[in-house]
């Protein structure tokens, strides 16, 4: 029995049996075709709890004045649909800035410029960015987090590590959720956290997710206190029980070859 598991898409493969997933990933009336045979757990995605990471700031905006938004997505999942939708989140809420970081990409000034060329095409000036690298180790990326206020999650390709990271540093994650794995990641966790609001289909649903969050603030302190706490508790981040799941699906499985 051969099992794939956490690939964006189907093997392909008539020697690979079975796709793990779950429900929030892939409903049964997904359209997403396979060569396997989905397998959903209850849930999919596994995190360690975050005990290590940095405390949890104060909201950003009290200090600075204005919202902070923010992506630490791979660049190649920022498309300019995407940047055109984040161009009509910054217009949406006045004098907010976007802050972008992937590892040391943006150490680069022709990638720095690069980028702010991309977005001038959507009217957004580059005052309203703050492209940072230079920070590679883990703990100083995670404190980055200290100056965002509302994480942006990219489509059709979604952040899963990301959307993990900004949760337990206190920042609600809006997404863009589709019908296919890589475009369900994000929407499959914030679901797990209670964030089912902050999943949109359209961009106008994305647009109205990032108002609603930036025109009460005390709403949003309320959730930059709570989510680590929320997120822990979930069980994204019951490893015991995930364990458990996984068992029962081999054994599953086993039984279902064994009857074949």
């Not at 690939?7 to 997904?30: F, I, R």
Request: overall charge negative; proline content about 5%; hydrophobic content about 40%.
């Amino acid at each position: 029995i051969q099992i794939s598991y956490h690939d964006c898409a189907t093997s392909g493969l008539a020697q690979m049996d079975y796709w793990l997933t779950d429900k929030s990933l892939h409903p049964a009336d997904t359209p997403e075709k396979f060569r396997e045979e989905l397998y959903r757990l209850p849930v999919f995605y596994q995190f360690p709890p975050p005990v290590d990471f940095p405390a949890v700031s104060s909201l950003p905006t009290d200090q600075n004045g204005f919202l902070t938004f923010g992506s630490f997505n791979k660049p190649e999942k920022i498309n300019d649909h995407v940047i055109a939708l984040w161009a009509d989140v910054l217009a949406s809420v006045p004098h907010s800035r976007l802050f972008l970081k992937h590892r040391n990409y943006f150490e680069d000034a022709n990638l720095v410029k690069h980028w702010q060329s991309k977005f001038a095409q959507f009217g957004i000036t580059e005052d309203r960015l703050l492209l940072v690298g230079n920070i590679d180790e883990r703990a100083e990326h995670l404190a980055l987090y200290h100056h965002i206020d509302i994480a942006l999650d990219p489509f059709p390709f979604n952040g899963a590590t990301t959307t993990y990271e900004a949760l337990a540093m206190g920042v609600p994650v809006v997404a863009m959720q589709g019908k296919h794995f890589v475009d369900r990641v994000a929407g499959s966790i914030l679901q797990r956290v209670g964030l089912d609001h902050l999943i949109a289909d359209t961009p106008r649903t994305y647009i109205n997710a990032t108002q609603a969050l930036a025109e009460n603030l005390s709403d949003l302190r309320r959730l930059r206190g709570s989510l680590r706490d929320r997120l822990t508790s979930s069980t994204l981040c019951d490893a015991g029980q995930y364990a458990h799941n996984v068992e029962i699906a081999y054994r599953e499985m086993w039984r279902r070859w064994c009857s074949a």
